[in-house]
T-cell receptor
Framework: GDSVTQMEGPVTLSEEAFLTINCTYT??????LFWYVQYPGEGLQLLLK?????DKGSNKGFEATYRKETTSFHLEKGSVQVSDSAVYFC????????????FGKGTTLSVSS | DAGVIQSPRHEVTEMGQEVTLRCKLI?????LFWYRQTMMRGLELLIY????????DSGMPEDRFSAKMPNASFSTLKIQPSEPRDSAVYFC?????????????FGPGTRLTVL
């Protein structure tokens, strides 16, 4: 079945460092891809999404490009801040009606000043 | 827009008691999802409704769990009887439709502790 694999954390960075969180997927067809972020004690919030190959989703300085050839959707940010400390979830939604999101296990990011 | 509303935010109960979690969808949304989050298993889809009809309940752990949508904007998840292994954070999410491109919007979650 369809699945999402994320790099395991925690990822610990200093402020202003470059961030990459790897995400690969297995799916038939062309799923939509999402990154969600969960701040401590809160629900998940959509960070960015891409719905077709070569699309780039971006928000708040974060970017991810839908790479069909490598079945990847890696999350990047050029300069992280302490406020970016959170759990990041990669997810896919199969390209058919009536399906729910399939999530990766999440990657914890901790940024120190 | 108020977003997805869940209540209660925290629930502590004793084993064997009935627990009811509540969720109000974003106005105009017609798809509703219940998830459970634990450290061991991550985020698991429990059940998914579209237009008040359950579409996929394969993630519901066992008969102790039941979910309903009595109307288009409200859902309940009931656990009866509750067990300590049900302790988790339960999220509901809604989306505009069941289309593959639609974003799911999550509520703040209910943290359930079963003693």
């Amino acid at each position: 079945g369809d699945s999402v694999t994320q790099m395991e954390g925690p990822v610990t960075l200093s402020e202003e460092a470059f961030l990459t969180i790897n995400c690969t997927y297995t799916a038939t067809g062309y799923p939509s891809l999402f990154w969600y972020v969960q701040y401590p004690g809160e629900g998940l919030q959509l960070l960015l999404k891409a719905t077709k190959a070569d699309d780039k989703g971006s928000n708040k300085g974060f970017e991810a490009t839908y790479r069909k050839e490598t079945t990847s959707f890696h999350l990047e940010k050029g300069s992280v801040q302490v406020s970016d400390s959170a759990v990041y979830f990669c997810a896919l939604r199969p390209n058919q009606a009536g399906t729910a999101l399939i999530f990766g296990k999440g990657t914890t990011l901790s940024v120190s000043s | 827009d108020a977003g997805v509303i869940q209540s209660p935010r925290h629930e502590v109960t004793e084993m064997g008691q009935e627990v009811t979690l509540r969720c109000k969808l974003i106005s105009g949304h017609n798809s509703l999802f219940w998830y459970r989050q634990t450290m061991m298993r991550g985020l698991e889809l429990l059940i998914y409704f579209n237009n008040n009809v359950p579409i996929d309940d394969s993630g519901m752990p066992e008969d102790r769990f039941s979910a309903k949508m009595p109307n288009a904007s409200f859902s309940t998840l009931k656990i009866q009887p509750s067990e300590p292994r049900d302790s988790a954070v339960y999220f509901c999410a809604s989306s505009l439709s069941s289309g593959p491109y639609d974003t799911q919007y999550f509520g703040p979650g209910t943290r359930l502790t079963v003693l």
